[in-house]
């Protein structure tokens, strides 16, 4: 059974130790819309690996991630890639 979008939310996280999605905005999430703004590049996965400042997918600044399951949503992590300021992500997540 397909679940019906209701609405969107979104959130800024700080990207330094591992981070993830915080629960009360990734809650019913049907998908979601990643923006790494500022701070460098991130590593990531969402299908339940943890990522390391060595293993993961990149993403630099200014780069999009889509989530396109609420697994993914749910299971999203990350952790920034480089020393220095900590990365800064916005999420949009659809409902």
């Given at each position: 059974m397909?679940?019906?979008?209701?609405g969107c939310?979104?959130?800024?996280i700080t990207v330094?130790?591992?981070?993830?999605?915080t629960?009360?905005?990734?809650l019913h999430?049907?998908s979601?819309l990643?923006?790494?703004?500022?701070g460098?590049?991130i590593?990531w996965?969402?299908?339940?690996r943890?990522?390391?400042a060595?293993a993961?997918?990149?993403?630099?600044?200014?780069?999009?991630?889509?989530?396109k399951?609420?697994?993914?949503v749910a299971?999203?992590q990350?952790?920034k890639?480089?020393e220095g300021?900590n990365a800064?992500?916005e999420?949009?997540?659809?409902?």
């Amino acid at each position: 059974m397909m679940q019906q979008a209701t609405g969107c939310t979104g959130e800024a996280i700080t990207v330094n130790t591992l981070t993830g999605i915080t629960a009360a905005v990734r809650l019913h999430a049907v998908s979601a819309l990643l923006q790494v703004v500022s701070g460098g590049p991130i590593r990531w996965y969402a299908d339940g690996r943890t990522p390391t400042a060595s293993a993961g997918f990149v993403t630099f600044e200014a780069g999009l991630i889509e989530l396109k399951s609420a697994f993914e949503v749910a299971s999203f992590q990350a952790i920034k890639a480089t020393e220095g300021t900590n990365a800064t992500v916005e999420i949009m997540v659809r409902k």
